[in-house]
C-alpha cells in the first residue's frame, strides 16, 4: 500500500514546454485535490475531482488542466509553463469529499526558467 | 471568503511547551485542522477538533477552540527536537471541497 505517489520529485523546465505532474493513489479514494504551495503563501488549491470523470476548478486553476479517466490518476497539466508556476506541487486524496484524513504525496518541485 | 492566519515562526526549547496560535474566518467550518510538514515532505494530519468541541487533548497535543472569537490553538507538550517543522491551520471551505490552510507556522526547537 503506497499512498499516494507523485512523480516526478524534481523537474526544471523552460517557459513555454508543457508538462504533466503525475498523482496515483491506491486507497480506491474518491476525491482527490492538487494544490500549490509557495513561500510565505501557504497551501493554495489548484483543481480537484470527486470522483472518475468529475472535475472542478479550486482558486488558482489558471494556467494547469486535468482530467480522471480512473479512480487512481489524477494527472496535472501544465499547458505553457510560465515562471509563475515555480512552485512546490502536492497532491491528496479522501475517501470521499470533505473527509478525512486526506493523505498527501512528498510534492514535486517545479522549476521554470 | 475564507482566510486562515497563523503566526510565522515559533523557537522554544527542548522540554518546554509550544503553542501555536491560529485565526479563521468561516464561522460555518465543521472541522478545524492541525498539519505539520517535515522539510522535504508532505503534510500529515496531526489532529483535528470539531466545531461544537472547546478542547481535544490527544497524548502530548491539546488542540483549543475558542468559537466565539474564532480561535484554534495548538499545544506540544514537552517540545522535542523531532517536533521542528512546519505547522498548518486548516479549515475546510464551505461547500467542503477544500482545505483552507493558513501560511505555517515554522517552529525550531533548540536542545
Known amino acids: 500500500n503506497a499512498g499516494v505517489t507523485q512523480t516526478p520529485k524534481f523537474q526544471v523546465l523552460k517557459t513555454g514546454q508543457s508538462m504533466t505532474l503525475q498523482c496515483a493513489q491506491d486507497?480506491?479514494?474518491?476525491?482527490m485535490s492538487w494544490y500549490r504551495q509557495d513561500p510565505g503563501m501557504g497551501l493554495r488549491l489548484i483543481h480537484y475531482?470527486?470522483?472518475?470523470?468529475?472535475?472542478d476548478q479550486g482558486e488558482v486553476p489558471n494556467g494547469y488542466n486535468v482530467s480522471r479517466s480512473t479512480t487512481e490518476d489524477f494527472p496535472l497539466r501544465l499547458l505553457s509553463a510560465a515562471p509563475s508556476q515555480t512552485s512546490v506541487y502536492f497532491c491528496a486524496s479522501s475517501y470521499s469529499q470533505g473527509s478525512q484524513p486526506q493523505h498527501f504525496g512528498d510534492g514535486t518541485r517545479l522549476s521554470i526558467l | 471568503g475564507e482566510d486562515v492566519e497563523q503566526s510565522l515562526f515559533l523557537s522554544v526549547r527542548e522540554g518546554d511547551s509550544s503553542v501555536i496560535n491560529c485565526t479563521y474566518t468561516d464561522s460555518s467550518s465543521t472541522y478545524l485542522y492541525w498539519y505539520k510538514q517535515e522539510p522535504g515532505a508532505g503534510l500529515q494530519l496531526l489532529t483535528y477538533?470539531?466545531?461544537?468541541?472547546d478542547m481535544k487533548q490527544d497524548q502530548r497535543l491539546t488542540v483549543l477552540l475558542n468559537k466565539k472569537d474564532k480561535h484554534l490553538s495548538l499545544r506540544i507538550a514537552d517540545t522535542q527536537t523531532g517536533d521542528s517543522a512546519i505547522y498548518f491551520c486548516?479549515?475546510?471551505?464551505?461547500?467542503?471541497?477544500?482545505?483552507?490552510f493558513g501560511k505555517g507556522t515554522t517552529l525550531s526547537v533548540s536542545s
Open positions: 477538533i470539531f466545531s461544537n468541541m
Open positions: 486548516a479549515e475546510s471551505n464551505q461547500a467542503g471541497t477544500a482545505l483552507i
Open positions: 475531482s470527486v470522483g472518475a470523470g468529475i472535475t
Open positions: 486507497m480506491n479514494h474518491e476525491y
